[in-house]
């Protein structure tokens, strides 16, 4: 397929990193070569964006599985809230609405510092759909910053340590920031290299994040944490971020192997509903 006869139109959000599709329906199941190019450009943008979508819980895990295998959400019933009996498998609802004072949704509130979903496990996640049905007058946006550009630009004097080295990652579920006291019971840890090879690009991309990691595995605290802030400072640079002001109907995908995301703040008691669904990790990322 030339890209004269591709059915959609991309247009690059910033140098880095994002492109909005144009003329794509994920309502609607899409031939082979056009999803080998919507496929190719997510490879080559890390983030997609399409917009004025008008989807079910159905209809997003097919446009999900367009991608992927659909990624395996689990939901212990005494640790989730009030608003997952009514989602389908594998759909998360992040929301701040309450019912009887309990939000109905996981993430509620605040802002939410950078992040790869899903880092935590042995076999991350590799890519997140998000969709939005209510979002607030202001606030809640969601930035995406690209690992490769961060990488590429890494000073030697940072870079050369932490080759081959791993890093340590610690989660608790519902956590927007560390040491914030909103986590549940439920967490996990894992172990994943510094600098990430993505398995179908062969780009490295830097894999830690403020949010989740706690040390490089074999440095003395003190040298961990210097290159560590370093590593987080040099990803979080704006000319690596896309910053997403939500519209209603908005879906975003986004590679989870080469990017981190945040959450602005939002007004309290303004409604904010978000639908996600993520594409289950191919291997370890080694």
């Known amino acids: 397929m030339t890209t004269d006869t591709i059915p959609f139109q991309l247009e690059k959000l910033t140098p880095h990193i994002g492109a909005e599709v144009k003329g794509i329906d994920l309502n609607v199941e899409q031939d082979e070569e056009t999803m080998a190019a919507l496929k190719q450009a997510w490879l080559e943008n890390i983030v997609l964006l399409f917009r004025g979508q008008e989807l079910t819980q159905e209809a997003q895990l097919r446009a999900t599985e367009f991608f992927g295998e659909i990624g395996y959400l689990a939901r212990p019933a005494n640790e989730y809230p009030v608003g997952y009996d009514k989602l389908l498998p594998n759909v998360m609802l992040i929301s701040n609405i309450r019912e009887n ?69 610690h989660y608790n579920y519902g956590s927007t920031k560390k040491g914030d006291g909103k986590g549940t019971k439920a967490f996990s840890d894992s172990e994943h290299p510094v600098f990430r090879t993505h398995e179908e690009t062969g780009r490295k991309a830097i894999y830690v994040n403020r949010l989740m990691t706690e040390e490089i595995v074999g440095l003395p605290k003190e040298e961990s944490d210097r290159l560590l802030d370093a590593l987080f400072d040099q990803t979080e640079k704006p000319e690596f971020v896309y910053e997403h002001i939500w519209n209603v109907g908005d879906v975003l995908l986004w590679d989870n192997r080469c990017s981190s995301h945040a959450r602005t703040d939002f007004p309290d008691g303004e409604r904010r509903l978000m639908l996600r669904t993520t594409i289950e990790g191919d291997t370890k990322p080694y």
Do not use: N
């Not at 992040?115 to 590799?126: N, R, Y």
């Not at 550009?149 to 990652?169: F, N, Q």
């Open 101 to 169: 004072g309990e939000p109905i949704g996981a993430l509620p509130d605040g802002e939410m510092m950078f992040h790869h979903d899903m880092l935590h496990a042995e076999i991350p996640h590799k890519g997140t759909m998000l969709y939005s049905v209510e979002i607030p007058s202001k606030g809640g946006h969601t930035l995406f910053a690209s690992g490769y550009a961060a990488y590429e630009s890494l000073p030697d004097d940072i870079r050369e340590p932490l080759e081959g080295r791993t890093a340590k990652h």
